[in-house]
């Protein structure tokens, strides 16, 4: 019995066009996703395996393909959900539409929201070979951070949750964008979920308290 399953998009492969074309969203969520859930699921099999004829030298990079995979799946799970048609998404989260308590989050945490806006571009239009660009809540600062992950894995102090995820590995806009990941990236805005990423922030910060329960 699988322990992880790919989740069914909240849209058709067409909702996001023309930010990002119908084709790339079926490629990229019906095998690439895929993968990942598929990756997960073997390394654990791989895993149990090992365990029970005891070769533990080999659990170490089992336990880091293990990583991989299921970064990849958790990353990807949020990046669908990130996103909405652009009738819907993009713009800036504003208090009027029910997500202050984020926006003020990320005006304390950047000076503004074009501060952030253009830090998290950046972000992920650098990232060296594949990666992404992320917005995550910090708990023990209580602060949003923007951070680079290469390949599926960051380089923020272990607690920090995304919320709000860009991916810039070719598969996510090759097919469309060619080598023009700026291009991609700043297409991207038009569609983010602001909503959806508000609840995100709402409930990590709710369970921030547990990272050092009893310190």
């Known amino acids: 019995m699988p322990v992880y399953t790919l989740p069914e998009l909240p849209y058709d492969y067409s909702a996001l066009a023309p930010v990002i074309s119908p084709e790339i969203i079926e490629l990229h969520h019906d095998k690439h996703h895929a993968a990942y859930v598929k990756g997960a699921n073997d390394t654990l099999e791989q895993l149990a395996e090992a365990r029970d004829k ?104 272990q607690g920090s949750v995304p919320v709000l995820v860009f991916d810039a590995w070719e598969h996510a806009f090759y097919l469309q964008y060619k080598n023009q990941k700026v291009d991609f990236i700043d297409a991207m805005w038009a569609v983010v979920n602001w909503q959806d990423v508000a609840r995100r922030y709402a409930a990590t910060k709710a369970r921030a308290d547990v990272l050092l329960l009893g310190a």
């Open 54 to 157: 005891e070769s533990w030298g080999s659990i170490n990079g089992l336990e880091k393909n293990l990583a991989f995979h299921l970064s990849g799946h958790i990353l990807h799970s949020i990046y669908w959900q990130n996103m909405t048609g652009p009738k819907d998404g993009g713009g800036e989260p504003l208090a009027a539409d029910g997500v202050g308590e984020l926006a003020d989050a990320i005006t304390e945490s950047f000076g503004s929201f074009a501060g952030f806006k253009a830090q998290l571009t950046k972000a992920a239009a650098t990232t060296q070979g594949s990666g992404w660009g992320v917005l995550a809540y910090e708990p023990l600062s209580g602060r949003l951070v923007v951070e680079q992950v290469y390949d599926h894995q960051g380089n923020v102090g």
